[in-house]
C-alpha cells in the first residue's frame, strides 16, 4: 500500500510536470481550492501558480482532478451536459445558431460585439434568476491587470465588458462564490468554463450556486509582456503609470488604449495591435482545442463576415446550447430586448473558418508534433486527424515564425519600430496570409 508520503510526492511531481509541459491555462482552479496554499505571485511575469503552503492530499488530489489544462474529457462531458443538443465537430452542441445584438445602444456600443452576454446577464438579474454574476473587470488596484467579481448590478455588469486579451484567472474567485448568498451566473473562457464543469459534475459544493455558464468564443491570450512592448515603443518603461486599459475601446471592432497617469493617450486599432500576438501568446492558447467555448449554456463571439463589418457596429454569433440557454434568448427577443436571426451551420462554420482551422486542426497538429518530441499533451478524449500534408506544412511554417519572433532579438526590434506602421505592415501581412491560404482552410471545413 502506497503511504501518504509517497502519494503527494507523486501528485506534486504531476502538478509541476502540468506547468513545465505547458498545459496550466491559467484558469485559477488550482488557486481557487487551495484556501491560499497556491498563488499566482508573478502577474507581470509568466503569471503561473505557485505553492506556498503545504496542502493536504486530499486538497492536492481535488485540485489535480478539477484542471482542465491536463485533461477535459469533450465526449463524456458532451454526453453528460448535452444529451439534446444538435452537435458539430467544431461548433459542438447547439440548440439553434443566430447573429444578434443588444436592442440597448449603450450596451451594444460599450460591449465588444453585440452586447448579448453583457444583455443576458442584466435580463437575468432583474427577472431574479440571479442574485450576482462572476465577470472579469480590470482590476481598480492594479488597472493594468484583471481581477474576476461578483458584480450584483447592471452598471458592474457593463464595467466588466468587453474582452480582455491578456492572462486572466477568473476562477481564483471559488472562495468568494462558494460563500456567496444567493444564485449565480458564470461567464469564463474554455478552460476556466471547463474546470467549473468539472467540479459540477463531481458535486464539488464549491460552485453550488452556479445556475448558468456562459463565455465568449476563445482565440489566444498574450503575456502582460505585450502591454510592457507596446508601452515601451511609446518610450514609457513604467507601466505602473497605467490609469485606464481598454482592448476594444470605441467603436465596433474598437481599439486597444491605454490611458496614463499624466493624461496621455495611447490608441491602436485593433487589427494593428494584433503585431503582438506572435511574440507574446501564451503558449497553452495554442493547445487550446475548444474555439465556441463548447461547454457554455450559450456563448457568442463576434459575427466576421463583410454584411456585419461594414455597418460599424457589433453584431454577435450566439449560440445557446441548453435549452435554459435558448429559452432566456427567445424570452428577450420576445420583450424586444435582443434582436436574432439564424444562420445554418455551414454559413456560421464559414465565418469564423480562421478559428476553426487554429482550434480544430492546428492544434492536433501542434499536438502530433509535440509527441514527437515526447511533450505531455492535454487529454481531449478525442483527436482529428486526415488533414492534407499542405495543411501541416502551414502549420510547421506558422510555429517556426512564432518561435522567431518569441526570440529577445526579435522583440527588441519590434520596440523600436513605431507600432501603426509595424500594426499597419502586420495587417496587410495578415490579409496577404488570409488570402493565399483561404482555400487551405477552408476545404472540407463544414
Request: glycine share 6%; proline share 4%; net charge positive.
Amino acid at each position: 500500500m502506497e503511504s501518504d508520503s509517497f502519494i503527494y510526492a507523486r501528485n506534486i511531481d504531476f502538478f509541476n510536470k502540468i506547468l513545465r509541459n505547458d498545459l496550466c491555462n491559467r484558469c485559477g482552479t488550482c488557486v481557487g481550492l487551495s484556501d491560499g496554499k497556491i498563488i499566482f505571485d508573478d502577474k507581470t511575469g509568466n503569471y503561473l501558480p505557485k505553492i506556498i503552503g503545504k496542502l493536504n492530499n486530499i486538497e492536492l488530489k481535488n485540485i489535480i482532478e478539477a484542471c482542465s489544462g491536463w485533461a477535459f474529457d469533450f465526449p463524456k462531458y458532451r454526453g453528460l451536459l448535452y444529451d439534446k443538443s444538435y452537435f458539430h465537430t467544431y461548433i459542438g452542441p447547439y440548440k439553434e445558431i443566430y447573429i444578434g445584438y443588444s436592442n440597448d445602444s449603450r450596451i451594444r456600443r460599450n460591449s465588444a460585439s453585440g452586447g448579448i452576454l453583457s444583455s443576458v446577464l442584466i435580463w437575468l438579474l432583474e427577472k431574479k434568476r440571479i442574485d450576482g454574476a462572476v465577470v472579469l473587470r480590470m482590476s481598480d488596484k492594479t488597472p493594468w491587470l484583471t481581477e474576476p467579481v461578483i458584480a450584483t448590478n447592471k452598471e458592474e455588469i457593463l464595467d466588466a465588458a468587453q474582452s480582455k486579451y491578456i492572462i486572466s484567472s477568473t476562477n481564483e474567485i471559488l472562495p468568494e462564490i462558494n460563500k456567496f448568498p444567493g444564485k449565480l451566473a458564470f461567464v469564463g473562457l474554455p478552460g476556466q468554463v471547463q474546470s467549473i464543469r468539472k467540479l459540477q459534475i463531481s458535486d464539488n459544493p464549491v460552485v453550488k450556486n452556479i445556475n448558468y455558464i456562459f463565455g465568449p468564443f476563445y482565440g489566444n491570450t498574450l503575456h502582460f509582456s505585450s502591454i510592457k512592448s507596446l508601452l515601451r515603443s511609446y518610450g514609457i518603461k513604467d507601466y505602473t503609470k497605467i490609469k485606464k486599459l481598454y482592448f476594444r475601446y470605441g467603436d465596433w471592432p474598437g481599439s486597444m488604449r491605454i490611458e496614463l497617469n499624466d493624461n496621455k493617450i495611447i490608441e491602436l486599432k485593433k487589427f494593428y495591435a494584433n503585431y503582438l500576438i506572435p511574440s507574446h501568446i501564451m503558449k497553452n492558447s495554442l493547445l487550446c482545442s475548444d474555439f465556441t467555448n463548447e461547454f457554455t449554456d450559450i456563448s457568442s463571439g463576434d459575427a466576421w463576415a463583410p454584411k456585419y463589418e461594414e455597418r460599424g457596429k457589433g453584431f454577435s454569433l450566439i449560440i445557446p446550447r441548453t435549452e435554459k440557454g435558448f429559452e432566456i434568448l427567445s424570452d428577450m427577443q420576445k420583450e424586444g430586448l435582443i434582436s436574432l436571426e439564424n444562420i445554418d451551420l455551414d454559413k456560421a462554420i464559414n465565418m469564423h473558418s480562421h478559428g476553426y482551422d487554429l482550434k480544430k486542426r492546428g492544434t492536433f497538429i501542434r499536438l502530433r508534433y509535440r509527441k514527437f518530441f515526447g511533450k505531455m499533451n492535454p487529454d481531449y478524449g478525442y483527436e482529428l486527424k486526415g488533414f492534407l500534408f499542405v495543411r501541416y506544412s502551414m502549420e510547421i511554417l506558422i510555429d517556426i515564425l512564432f518561435f522567431l519572433l518569441r526570440t529577445r532579438i526579435a522583440r527588441w526590434l519590434l520596440v523600436k519600430i513605431p507600432p501603426k506602421i509595424i500594426g499597419s505592415l502586420f495587417e496587410k501581412a495578415r490579409k496577404f496570409w488570409k488570402n493565399i491560404t483561404h482555400n487551405i482552410k477552408r476545404k472540407d471545413l463544414s
